[in-house]
């Protein structure tokens, strides 16, 4: 098993124990919006989840969010976005526990504050605004 708690100090970030193997931290964009990372250690994996990465999406442009998710999917490296059983979207990385080094989990977290502070105005203005095009997601 990892000890993801002498990884978050090793980080620098602060984190709470929210249950037997899930932890959480917040982070904040440059924009100052505030984001969850919940890590959670499962079996010989760990579980790396900032939800909500966004706000309930309205139902007419749930499936415009959609298909721009998928498209930055392939873009995105390290990462990747997905929906949880209520709808909710949540960017997610994953990585074997065994490997999960003092540099990996850098690595990690790294990659999605990038993409948090890349993207979730992005996805916000699409879900939100249904004639906006975003010039990060090619068609």
């Not at 579980?47 to 990465?53: I, R, W």
């Not at 309930?56 to 721009?68: D, K, S």
């Not at 999605?112 to 010039?135: D, H, K, M, Q, W």
């Amino acid at each position: 098993m990892s000890d993801i708690p002498t990884l978050f100090d090793r980080y620098g970030w602060a984190y709470e124990t929210v249950d037997v193997n899930l932890w959480c931290s917040t982070f904040f964009t440059e924009n100052e919006e505030e984001f969850d990372l919940y890590v959670l250690e499962f079996e010989d994996w760990v579980h790396f989840a900032v939800t909500p990465f966004l706000p309930p999406v309205p139902a007419a442009q749930a499936a415009r969010l959609h298909t721009a998710m998928l498209r930055l999917n392939q873009q995105l490296c390290a990462v990747r976005f997905a929906l949880d059983a209520d709808g909710d979207v949540s960017l997610i990385a994953d990585a074997p526990a065994s490997q999960l080094t003092e540099a990996l989990f850098a690595t990690i977290v790294e990659a999605i504050v990038f993409y948090t502070e890349r993207l979730s105005g992005e996805l916000r203005r699409l879900a939100n605004e249904p004639a906006y095009a975003s010039p990060l997601i090619q068609d």
